[in-house]
T-cell receptor, first 115, second 116 residues
Framework: GAGVSQSPSNKVTEKGKDVELRCDPI?????LYWYRQSLGQGLEFLIY????????KSGLPSDRFSAERTGGSVSTLTIQRTQQEDSAVYLC?????????????FGPGTRLTVL | AQSVTQPDIHITVSEGASLELRCNYS??????LFWYVQSPGQGLQLLLK??????LVQGIKGFEAEFKRSQSSFNLRKPSVHWSDAAEYFC??????????????FGKGTHLIIQP
């Protein structure tokens, strides 16, 4: 069956521009997670959704970051006024429902480069 | 808050040799523990997980891990590595809060190099 997909796979942008990253979770998975993977910080948890709701946004690095999920399916992570330190691989994962004991299935990621 | 330490940034092993990747965690209660593998340009794939019960868990691709509460460790092992095992390995801990998901906390990863 189809796994988690993310688009675009690569994104190069100029400092100050806005970018949108998309995640399509596995069909039927109600929980969706965003992580950021960078050389300096390793893998950082950013935010999770249960359905369309994100109960805790405190993991987002700054107020330039926002995320939404519609129809309990596709999610977008938006970064406004990108900075060079935003360069990283952004990974999306989904699981059947919310719960730290459940396997999270990861997408291939979007590599973001801010020039 | 939980944390994960993977002391070895790089490990080089000869093909056919045994492997042990170290992972230490910090968490106030019994955690949920995971090992993921990431091949170049790929997402993370779950190798195995520990929640409770038998402290020796078997995973895919011939990997196993042992949970040692007294040492706060969850080391990954494989008796004989193959060239295809070359990848980045991540240990992760999930908070066993029983409520909402806090996301996984990952270690920095161990880069495994296989020598022919």
């Amino acid at each position: 069956g189809a796994g988690v997909s993310q688009s675009p796979s690569n994104k190069v942008t100029e400092k100050g521009k806005d970018v949108e990253l998309r995640c399509d979770p596995i069909s039927g998975h109600t929980a969706l997670y965003w992580y950021r993977q960078s050389l300096g910080q390793g893998l950082e948890f950013l935010i999770y959704f249960q359905g369309n709701s994100a109960p805790d946004k405190s993991g987002l690095p700054s107020d330039r970051f926002s995320a939404e999920r519609t129809g309990g399916s596709v999610s977008t992570l938006t970064i406004q006024r990108t900075q060079q330190e935003d360069s990283a691989v952004y990974l999306c994962a989904s699981s059947l429902t919310v719960g730290s004991n459940l396997e999270q299935f990861f997408g291939p990621g979007t590599r973001l480069t801010v020039l | 808050a939980q944390s994960v330490t993977q002391p070895d940034i790089h490990i080089t092993v000869s093909e056919g040799a045994s492997l042990e990747l170290r992972c230490n965690y910090s968490y106030g209660a019994t955690p949920y523990l995971f090992w993921y593998v990431q091949s170049p340009g790929q997402g993370l794939q779950l190798l195995l997980k520990y929640f409770s019960g038998d402290t020796l868990v078997q995973g895919i691709k011939g990997f196993e891990a042992e949970f040692k509460r007294s040492q706060s460790s969850f080391n990954l092992r494989k008796p004989s590595v193959h060239w295809s095992d070359a990848a980045e390995y991540f240990c992760a801990v999930g908070a066993a809060t029983g409520g909402g998901a806090d996301g996984l906390t990952f270690g920095k990863g161990t880069h495994l190099i296989i020598q022919p």
